[in-house]
C-alpha cells in the first residue's frame, strides 16, 4: 500500500497529531520501532512542522515510516545532556521572536542566539516588542535603545500588544498563508498574542513571577495551530536558555548581518574580528555603525565557542 503524507501539527510524548495541510484534519499517529534522521543527534528526530510519510495499519493506526527532510528549522543545545540538540519546528516559512523590556526583563544574549540560528538556517524573522503598552514615557529610554540595537541590525523591530490590540491587525496580514513560529523566553506573552490574532484559540496562559520578574512555563507541548484569519502558527514552551548547535566560532560573525556587510573591508583574512589591525568590524563599533552591545553578544559566542547554554 503506498504511503501518505502529512504534517506534524503536535508531539506528546511518544505520539503524534498530523494534518495534510493546508487541510485541517487532524488524527493521531505513532512511531513503530526507532526512527532516525540521518546524521541527526538531535532529542526529537520528529518535530512539529516536518513533512512525514505514513501507512494506515488494519486496525486504523496511522505509524509513521518517514521524514522529508527539512528545508530549514530552529535548533537549540538540548537540555538533555545525553544529546545534542533539540529541534525546536521545522519547514518555517517565517519566526516571530517575541521579546519584552520588563516583565521579564529581556535577555540579549538570548535575543542574539536565538537570531543567530535563524541567520545560520536562513529563516526570516521578526521581532515582536509585546506590552508595549506597559512601558510609557519612564521606560521610553530603555524602548529606543532596545529598538536601535536591533533595528540597525537589519531587523524589524514591531511594537505589539495583547492587551491594547497594537500590532494584531498587521501580524493576521504577515501571518496569512504561512506557517510561522513564535517564539521566546518564559512570560513574554506568546500565548496572549496569538489568541489575540485568533481569539478562537483557547491557550494557558500565566502569570509572571514577582520574585524572580520571569514567567511560569504554560505551553507543555509544541504544537501548531490553525489561525481563523489565515496561516498556521506554532506555539512553543517559553525557553530559559539557547545554545548554538552546529556553529564553529569561525563562522559566527557570518549571521550578524551588520557584521557581514563590513567584514570583506578587514585588512586580514580571515579576521576573527577581535584583535586583528584594520579590522573593519571593530572599526564600525567604533563608528557606531554596528553597536557595541551585538559585538559584546558576538564575543561572548566566541568565548564560549559556541557551546553556550
Known amino acids: 500500500m503506498t504511503d501518505k503524507k502529512a504534517v506534524v501539527i503536535k508531539h506528546t510524548g511518544s505520539h503524534y497529531l498530523l494534518t495534510e495541510l493546508p487541510e485541517w484534519n487532524p488524527f493521531q499517529a505513532v512511531v513503530r520501532g526507532k526512527l532516525r534522521l540521518k546524521g541527526s543527534d538531535s532529542t526529537n528526530p520528529i518535530a512539529v512542522g516536518d513533512v512525514v510519510h505514513y501507512n494506515m495499519e488494519p486496525d486504523g493506526t496511522a505509524v509513521i515510516s518517514d521524514v522529508e527532510p527539512r528545508r530549514n528549522y530552529v535548533i537549540r543545545k538540548s537540555t538533555n545532556l545525553s544529546r545534542q540538540a533539540h529541534v525546536i519546528a521545522a519547514n518555517l516559512d517565517s519566526v516571530y521572536l517575541v521579546t519584552t523590556i520588563d516583565y521579564p526583563e529581556v535577555k540579549t544574549a538570548f535575543v542574539d542566539r536565538f537570531l543567530v540560528t535563524c541567520e545560520a538556517y536562513r529563516i526570516p524573522v521578526r521581532i515582536l516588542l509585546n506590552k508595549i503598552d506597559l512601558y510609557g514615557d519612564t521606560r521610553k529610554e530603555a524602548v529606543d535603545s532596545f529598538k536601535r540595537i536591533y533595528s540597525s541590525a537589519g531587523y524589524d523591530v514591531v511594537d505589539v500588544s495583547a492587551v491594547r490590540g497594537d500590532g494584531i491587525e498587521w501580524l493576521k496580514k504577515d501571518i496569512e498563508g504561512k506557517v510561522v513560529l513564535f517564539s521566546g523566553t518564559s512570560g513574554v506573552g506568546k500565548s496572549s498574542l496569538i489568541e489575540a490574532v485568533d481569539p478562537g484559540l483557547s491557550l494557558r496562559t500565566a502569570e509572571i ?59 586580514f583574512l580571515p579576521c576573527t574580528h577581535t584583535h586583528e589591525p584594520g579590522c573593519a568590524v571593530k572599526k564600525a563599533v567604533e563608528d557606531g555603525v554596528i553597536t557595541e552591545e551585538r559585538y559584546m553578544s558576538y564575543l561572548g559566542m566566541l568565548e564560549e565557542g559556541g557551546k553556550y547554554r
Open 209 to 267: 513571577s514577582e520574585y524572580h520578574n520571569q514567567g511560569r512555563h504554560t505551553t507543555t507541548f509544541y504544537e501548531m495551530h490553525r489561525v481563523s484569519s489565515g496561516g498556521y502558527i506554532i506555539d512553543t514552551p517559553g525557553i530559559r536558555g539557547f545554545g548554538l548547535v552546529d556553529l564553529r566560532p569561525e563562522e559566527i560573525y557570518l549571521y550578524f548581518p551588520e557584521m557581514l556587510a563590513v567584514a570583506d573591508n578587514c585588512r
